[in-house]
């Protein structure tokens, strides 16, 4: 079993849905991430969260440290939005040390 | 925020011989930079951890004669991939750790052939 799962693998989506894109982990953690990466390989950060919940823009992610679990929505889908989202989780162990989640492949048609 | 130039983002070399690949922060002074390898479908994998001044720390399984590391200042890091082979072929982007997360180069791909 992965230390940092995430659901589903693949998703498309019409343009205007909401999405969820979940991610669970089973090791400790000081921090998790979402990061994501466009077809060319470019990956930007988008959150990095400790507890509770942030937004950006259309973009929200929560995380829930008691269930060791975490969400990024996206609300009011676009095209440009197609890309694949990394779910990653700096350890306790080392601050230093992140685990990256497998992606969820996000295809956002008109 | 930070922003990373890396660079060159894409190399195609000959069997054999080593590439050199650049990660420069533009505008923060890095002491500590990551460097990460993605095979096609999977996910990022993190060699080493490159340290100003002193030697990386790398990933058990990756091979520090293979994969030099060089961080001579608090704005460049380096990897070169020494006698490349086509196994070698993968996408290879660094970053650096700020106190909101992380920022990434725009990564390298190396096709060895």
């Known amino acids: 079993k992965n230390e940092v799962e995430q659901s589903p693998q693949n998703l498309t989506a019409q343009e205007g849905e909401f999405i969820t894109i979940n991610c669970s982990y089973s090791?400790?953690?000081?921090?998790l991430h979402w990061l994501q990466q466009h077809p060319g390989g470019g990956i930007v950060s988008l959150f990095m969260?400790?507890?509770g919940k942030k937004k950006h823009g259309r973009l929200i992610a929560t995380i829930n440290i008691q269930e060791k679990h975490s969400s990024l929505h996206i609300t009011a889908s676009h095209p440009r939005d197609s890309a694949v989202y990394i779910c990653?989780?700096?350890?306790?162990?080392?601050?230093?040390?992140?685990?990256f989640g497998p992606g969820t492949s996000l295809s956002v048609i008109p | 925020g930070a922003v990373v130039s890396q660079h060159p983002s894409r190399v195609i070399c000959k069997s054999g011989t080593s590439v050199k690949i650049e990660c420069r922060s533009l505008d923060f002074q890095a002491t500590t930079m990551f460097w990460y390898r993605q095979f096609p479908k999977q996910s990022l994998m993190l060699m080493a951890t490159?340290?100003?001044?002193?030697?990386?720390?790398?990933e058990q399984g990756v091979e520090k004669d293979k994969f030099l590391i060089n961080h001579a200042s608090l704005t460049l890091s380096t990897l070169t991939v020494t006698s490349a082979h086509p196994e070698d072929s993968s996408f290879y982007i660094c970053s650096l750790q700020q106190n909101y997360g992380y920022t990434f180069g725009s990564g390298t791909r190396l096709t060895v052939v």
């Open positions: 090791v400790g953690i000081s921090a």
């Open positions: 490159s340290n100003e001044g002193s030697k990386a720390t790398y």
């Open positions: 969260l400790s507890s």
């Open positions: 990653a989780v700096s350890t306790k162990t080392s601050y230093d040390k992140v685990i």
